[in-house]
């Protein structure tokens, strides 16, 4: 294993992709002082303003340097047409360029699993991590919403009328109104719930707190190296 101090090619752990899941394991495996964690990444790192400003993902969607512009093939069931399944090309992968909706998946859909035999699947296996995970801003019942984790969460604070006015509807066909559709809540209307995160709260952690040399950043397009972490694809490197 590479020393802690000298920058090095040596690594215990190489992440192919910086997304959501190669970021929080970055930020839970660097929290072992012993370790060096290696991610590559192959889009740049995720500084353009509009990954950082509400809304300014939109713009982002249609920016073939920091996403992946894949489209589907062409099929009966769309008449034809090809359709985008775009896809996160930078630091935090989608979670950079996502809606930051916090929307956890029907109970039904993990019990469901963990019926066809997926062990440790079912809703009450899950819930607990979920917990875990979540810091919820705001009043929040305790059954179902963690306050300690590192991903921040909270009620959207502006409620379009329009919006307003589509859940009254709702209601009026019988579909209840829900304050917390991660809650017990099932068939029910509800606004979002939103998470204020991106790679920020996942790896921006691991950058900030580790010791230099002890994890490094590989881009696709970037300048000249700063380090060397992976020559195998002639990537820069870059030190946190
Ligand atoms: C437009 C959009 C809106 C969304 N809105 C929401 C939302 O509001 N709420 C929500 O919960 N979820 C949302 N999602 C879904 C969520 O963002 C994804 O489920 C999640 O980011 C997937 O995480 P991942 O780690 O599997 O992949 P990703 O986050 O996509 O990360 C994969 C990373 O790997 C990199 N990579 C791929 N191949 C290689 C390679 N060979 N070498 C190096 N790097 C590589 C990619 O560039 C990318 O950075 C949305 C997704 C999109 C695309």
């Not at 002082?33 to 809304?55: M, N, Q, S, T, Y």
């Not at 307003?164 to 017990?184: Q, V």
Request: charge should be positive.
């Amino acid at each position: 294993m590479a020393t802690e101090s000298a920058p090095s090619d040596e690594f215990d752990y190489v992440i192919v992709g910086s997304g959501a899941a190669g970021s929080v394991l970055a930020n839970r495996l660097t929290e072992d002082a012993g370790v060096r964690v290696c991610v590559l990444e192959a889009g740049p790192p995720d500084r353009h303003p509009f990954i950082h400003v509400p809304g300014g993902f939109i713009k982002m969607l249609f920016n073939p340097e920091y996403t992946w512009q894949f489209k589907t093939e062409p099929g009966e069931g769309t008449a034809g047409r090809r359709i985008p399944t775009t896809q996160g090309r930078t630091l935090g992968g989608s979670s950079s360029i996502n809606g930051m909706v916090y929307n956890r998946g029907q109970r039904a859909d993990f019990d469901s699993w963990a019926q066809r035999g997926n062990r440790g699947w079912g809703y009450a296996d899950v819930l607990p991590y979920f917990k875990r995970t979540e810091r919820r801003l705001g009043v929040h019942d305790p059954r179902y919403h963690g306050s300690e984790g590192n991903l921040p969460v909270t009620d959207i604070d502006w409620i379009h009328p329009i919006c307003e006015a589509f859940i009254d509807g709702a209601e009026g066909m019988g579909i209840p109104r829900c304050l917390d559709y991660n809650g017990k809540a099932r068939r029910a209307s509800a606004t979002f719930s939103a998470r204020s995160t991106r790679a920020i709260a996942r790896a921006r952690p691991a950058c900030s707190s580790t010791p230099p040399g002890r994890a490094a950043w590989t881009y696709g397009p970037t300048p000249a190296p700063r380090r060397s972490c992976s020559r195998a694809n002639e990537r820069s490197a870059y030190g946190m």
